[in-house]
Structure formats: structure tokens, C-alpha cells
Nanobody, 122 residues
Framework: QVQLVESGGGLVQAGGSLRLSCAAS????????WGWYRQTPGLQRELVAQ???????NYAGSVKGRFTISRDDAKNTVYLQMDSLKPEDTAVYYC????????????????WGQGTQVTVSS
């Protein structure tokens, strides 16, 4: 089993920055991808940023140029650097860790963090 622990959320003024972290612990064979998602009440969870095992990144259009996803494989940790924050970035942010658990696993297993609140005041 893999456990994820998120940190770094909080309250910030518009234009400010925050850095989210998500660390994975437990046993797995290899990484498939990391992702950051966010959700506001009444809306579906949406993809914010993703980084694959090959280091390909993908961003939602609303955050492109302001957010940066990165990872540290030695620490099994993913980061989301959020700059130029806007009130509309306010949400609960979740990390997603997708990994092949065994060498013979045909598909990755997906794990979710507990979520961290990001609030951007105007």
C-alpha cells in the first residue's frame, strides 16, 4: 500500500505564492505519473498539472505560466509551485500518485492525498 501526505496549503493574498508538497511512502515498483487536482464545492475535481515518469508535464490552461509541477524521485515527492495566485485558484488541492505496484502489473494503481486547502484572498 502507498500512503500520501500533502502539505503546504494556506491563506495567501492575490498575487502571492504557495508551494504544495506531496510525499509518497510504501511499496511500489515504478512511477507512472504524478498529478495535482483541485476541487471547489459543487464542481467536479479538475486536473491542474501532471508530470509523467518521462517528465512530460501538462497544465490546465487556467494555470499555465503561473504554476509549475516538479518531482524529486529520491524523496518520492511531487511539488506544485503556485505563483501569481488568483482568488479563482481557491480550492482544495489533491495530489494523485499513479504507480505500477508489481513488475507484472498491467495497469497503474491510483492513490489520492488527503487534500489541502488553498485560499486566495482578493
Amino acid at each position: 500500500q502507498v500512503q500520501l501526505v500533502e502539505s503546504g496549503g494556506g491563506l495567501v493574498q492575490a498575487g502571492g505564492s504557495l508551494r504544495l508538497s506531496c510525499a509518497a511512502s510504501g511499496r511500489f515498483f515504478s512511477l507512472d505519473a504524478w498529478g495535482w487536482y483541485r476541487q471547489t464545492p459543487g464542481l467536479q475535481r479538475e486536473l491542474v498539472a501532471q508530470i509523467t515518469s518521462g517528465a512530460t508535464t501538462n497544465y490546465a490552461g487556467s494555470v499555465k505560466g503561473r504554476f509549475t509541477i516538479s518531482r524529486d524521485d529520491a524523496k518520492n515527492t511531487v511539488y506544485l509551485q503556485m505563483d501569481s495566485l488568483k482568488p479563482e485558484d481557491t480550492a482544495v488541492y489533491y495530489c494523485k500518485f499513479s504507480a505500477y505496484v508489481y513488475t507484472w502489473s498491467p495497469l497503474p494503481v491510483h492513490y489520492w492525498g488527503q487534500g489541502t486547502q488553498v485560499t486566495v484572498s482578493s
